[in-house]
């Protein structure tokens, strides 16, 4: 079969080919990337709590399993919140995911309303506020307050940044640094695996402070859906064609997205109801669906959150060895989620996330039977065969899950749902990920490695679900993407064949004028 070629390959376009000589595509895909600070901020909070590395002879209370026994190891910060246990480290857990829940369809709101700019500032700020208050807290209180309002605010820029992502790259970059989004967490991570080490060296309140301080340290098819043609047409020419408001593709572009635009306005979504109201948007919905909850519903659950018991069931009890195994998982988390990302068009979505499954589900069945054989002979050959499983595991999570689920849910999305879709995506994958942590640290308990079993059955049911329900959507723009999941190939010809015959006849032009 011949490679699929993409609908806008043979238009010509004011950018060189290679986006490293254009300085239009290199500041759109330095402001693209600038976005994706939004998911930075959570890699470096979530180190922060989770994987505060420990000090060498420090001992650390892991009766709980919970997400902040790092930052137990230090004494400073047990001090200050009055070494909490139980239910009220649980609480200071959760308390970062909570608020967005609701916060979310506040990003939904805000950008459909005013733009994807405006909810992506007013996110940040919150954040920003939170950040601050959070590393100056006088008291336990201010502290947690200062993690619900951070908690708050990412839940709206966290609606508003993937869609701005899609909305304003370059088609032909779109999906690679569209992809490059969530990878940005472990930049994050990596950055306050730092700053966290060198916190437990210093004195005081400030070893617990710096990483908090330290982390304080598009709009074009919203400008066509309210009927901004010009402005609209501004915004494509600047960052698609180095300023050339007449360039064959922005032409079309333009055209593409009215003609997209037109037809929603003419189908009436408008709400989340639209979800339930044809088949194309109910598929649209149960993917979305399985994309959020099943990116902390493979087994990483475990394994990110909960590496130090999992290596501690294994005869891994060294702090030292503890230390360089999660930052050399980050490292390879890094390399191979960037990796996947930059490829992404090469390979396809639905290959990545067949192949990633797949691999996924090896490697936890190989984690389980050396788990078993330690359990049960103790011979430390088979505790140590659990790393490099693990690390294999990640490789294969990475092609697809880490750099794949924001993304393709933003793209398989209609404009007037996307950012609703999104806000479903964040606030349903909340609640999946406290669910998570919630059941992970008792299960493990309970019944340590046999616990693995039932990701092993979670995976088998995402590798069929994955192949009958993810359709490829390599080579298409971002509209012609939301049509796959509607009427497939034949109209997305059609819609492209539709803004070729506006571009040959002028209409983007009367359009524009009737502001």
């Not at 034949?490 to 571009?503: H, M, N, T, W, Y």
Request: hydrophobic residues 45%; contains cysteine; glycine residues 8%.
């Amino acid at each position: 079969m011949a490679p699929q070629k993409s609908s806008f390959g043979n238009i010509p376009n004011n950018t060189n080919e290679h986006w490293y000589k254009d300085p239009c595509l290199k500041r759109n895909i330095t402001q693209c990337l600038g976005l994706s600070l939004v998911i930075f901020y959570l890699g470096c909070r979530l180190h922060c709590d989770q994987n505060l590395d420990y000090r060498p002879g420090a001992e650390t209370d892991l009766d709980d399993a919970s997400l902040l026994t790092g930052l137990q190891a230090m004494a400073s910060w047990g001090q200050f919140v009055d070494h909490p246990k139980g239910s009220i480290l649980g609480l200071y857990t959760a308390i970062l995911f909570l608020p967005s829940i609701l916060t979310a369809y506040l990003g939904d709101f805000v950008s459909q309303h005013f733009g994807r700019r405006i909810a992506l500032a007013l996110g940040s700020l919150i954040v920003l506020a939170g950040s601050l208050i959070n590393a100056l807290a006088v008291n336990p209180a201010m502290w947690v307050t200062g993690r619900g309002i951070i908690g708050a605010g990412s839940g709206i820029a966290k609606v508003a940044a993937p869609a701005l992502i899609q909305e304003i790259a370059h088609p032909r970059l779109r999906p690679m640094i569209a992809s490059c989004y969530y990878p940005c967490f472990y930049f994050g991570s990596l950055l306050s695996a730092l700053l966290c080490f060198a916190g437990l060296y210093i004195p005081g309140n400030w070893s617990w402070r710096t990483p908090s301080i330290a982390q304080v340290v598009g709009p074009s098819l919203w400008l066509v859906y309210q009927n901004r043609l010009t402005e609209a047409a501004a915004v494509l020419s600047k960052h698609h064609a180095n300023g050339v408001d007449d360039d064959p593709l922005v032409r079309w572009e333009l055209a593409e997205i009215q003609a997209v635009l037109e037809e929603e306005r003419a189908n009436h979504q408008i709400s989340y109801l639209d979800f339930s109201r044809t088949a194309g948007n109910r598929r649209r919905l149960v993917v979305l669906l399985s994309l959020c909850i099943g990116s902390n519903w493979v087994g990483n659950g475990i394994i990110s959150y909960y590496l130090t018991p999992v290596l501690k069931t294994v005869g891994i009890t060294s702090p030292v060895q503890i230390t360089l195994l999660t930052s050399g998982l980050a490292i390879w988390n890094l390399i191979l989620a960037f990796a996947a990302a930059l490829n992404v068009e090469r390979f396809g979505r639905r290959p990545l996330f067949l192949v990633s499954i797949f691999g996924m589900l090896v490697s936890y069945c190989l984690v389980t039977g050396f788990s078993a054989g330690f359990a049960s002979t103790k011979k430390s050959g088979l505790g140590i065969a659990v790393i490099p499983s693990l690390f294999l595991y990640y490789g294969f999570y990475d092609i697809a899950w880490t750099p794949l689920p924001v993304p393709y849910t933003a793209e398989i999305l209609p404009f007037k749902l996307r950012t609703k879709g999104l806000a479903v995506f964040t606030s349903v994958g909340t609640m999946a990920n406290a669910f998570n942590q919630f059941v992970n640290p008792i299960a493990l308990q309970a019944i340590t490695w046999k616990y693995y079993a039932v990701y092993i059955a979670i995976l088998l049911f995402y590798l069929v679900f994955a192949y009958f329900m993810y359709p490829e959507t390599k080579h298409y723009t971002i509209e012609e993407v939301s049509m796959i999941f509607d009427r497939r190939n034949g109209d997305i010809e059609q819609l492209s064949d539709l803004a070729s015959r506006k571009v040959e006849k002028g209409t983007i032009e009367q359009f524009e004028h009737r502001e």
